[in-house]
Structures are given as C-alpha cells and as structure tokens.
C-alpha cells in the first residue's frame, strides 16, 4: 500500500526566505506526482504535476523535483512571501487505477 | 480556477437521514472523484467516475454511493448518515490521460449529529 509523508507539518519562515518541502513515497511505481495548496476553508488549488520520467517542473517561484528511485519530491519556493502561508499537499498518483494517494500536508507560515 | 461547483456548501443533518451531495462541472472532463478530508487521515478518495455511468470505489467507499447520468454532474449519497461520516467533502475533476492534474472544488462541510 502506498504511503505518503510529508515533513515537517508546520513551518514557519521570516519573509523572503527560501524554503523547501519534502514529500516521500513508498512505492515507486506512480504515473506521477502533484503539488497542491488549500488556504484555510478551501478546496485544493492544483501547483505543479510531474511525470514519472520528468526530474523537475517549474512555475514562477516554484520549483518541484521528483527522485521516483529514493522516493523524494521536493517543492522550493523562492523568495517566499506572506501570501504563501497555506497548507501544501503532494499527492502520488499510482500506476494502476486514478488514485490519488495525499500527503498529511505542510502548513506553512512566512511572517512579514 | 476550474469550473466545478460543490453544493450545498455547509449542511448539517442528524444521524441515520440520507444525504445527497452534489458536484457540477463545465469542463466536460471525463474523470470525477469525491474524496473526503480529516483531520489525522488527509484526503481519501471515496468513488469516482471514468464516464456517464461509469463508477468505481475507492477506498473509503463504504457507507457512499455515487451516480453519475450526465457528463457534468456527479452526485454523493450517504445512504443513511453516521456521525463518522461527518467531514469536508471535496469534489475533482480531470482529463482522459495518465499525466492530466487533478482540480478541485471549494468543498462541502458536512456535519452529522
């Protein structure tokens, strides 16, 4: 059974620092693996995917790395500001079926 | 943001009533998913659609069941609620394809007393 773990649960950052979020895996038999962020009282907001065979995705300041053979994604925000306080979730998506397999998450808090 | 619509947004019902919720999309996407999310357990998917009467469960299907007639409604019932079942229910959709994301709803707080 697939199982998915995220660390550290909260973080907390001054404002402008780089960070990283880790996210790993157990199985590594997954079609892919997608980023998302939910704000207090929301739905998911889709981040990044990466496909089994892609090392990296980026969008803006995000930059999602995938290692399918340790398991291992990471997530690295830039320049982090007050308006990436929220919860980050990835999720694998395993080879058989549409399940998608989440990650308790890593509530995020960058003070101004 | 994805064209899905979650409804209703907030209800709460006493033990042993059906409930039905309901999630609409504009997007014609193939795939709808329900999950459900607590705290302790994360996101868990419940059913989910391939296709207009195509469903399959997940893996906290018991208890729910879904139908699905057109393409851009998806429809959850818990056949006769249980305070368990109390949660955040959030609907997805995607695209034919392995590498399609996922996208989701605003939820559904379900409360169950």
């Known amino acids: 059974k697939q199982e998915v773990t995220q660390i550290p649960a909260a973080l907390s950052v001054p404002e402008g620092e780089n960070l990283v979020l880790n996210c790993s895996f157990t199985d590594s038999a997954i079609y892919n693996l997608q980023w998302f962020r939910q704000d207090p009282g929301k739905g998911l907001t889709s981040l990044l995917l990466?496909?089994?065979?892609?090392r990296e995705q980026t969008s803006g300041r995000l930059n999602a790395s995938l290692d399918k053979s340790s398991g291992r994604s990471t997530l690295y925000i830039a320049a982090s500001q007050p308006g990436d306080s929220a919860t980050y979730l990835c999720?694998?998506?395993?080879?058989?079926?549409?399940?998608?397999?989440f990650g308790g998450g890593t509530r995020l808090m960058v003070k101004p | 943001d994805a064209g899905i619509t979650q409804s209703p947004r907030h209800k709460v019902t006493e033990t042993g009533t059906p409930v039905t919720l309901r999630c609409h999309q504009t997007?014609?996407?193939?795939?709808m998913y329900w999950y459900r999310q607590d705290p302790g357990h994360g996101l868990r998917l419940i059913h989910y659609?391939?296709?207009?009467?195509?469903?399959d469960k997940g893996e906290v299907s018991d208890g729910y069941s879904v139908s699905r007639s057109k393409t851009e409604d998806f429809l959850l019932t818990l056949e006769s609620a249980t305070s368990s079942q109390t949660s955040v229910y959030f609907c997805?959709?995607?695209?034919?394809?392995?590498?399609?994301?996922?996208?989701f709803g605003d939820g559904t707080r379900l409360s169950i007393l």
């Open positions: 999720a694998v998506r395993r080879n058989a079926g549409n399940m998608l397999t």
């Open positions: 659609s391939y296709g207009v009467k195509d469903t």
């Open positions: 990466i496909q089994s065979s892609q």
């Open positions: 997007e014609n996407h193939r795939y």
């Open positions: 997805a959709i995607s695209e034919s394809g392995s590498n399609q994301p996922q996208h």
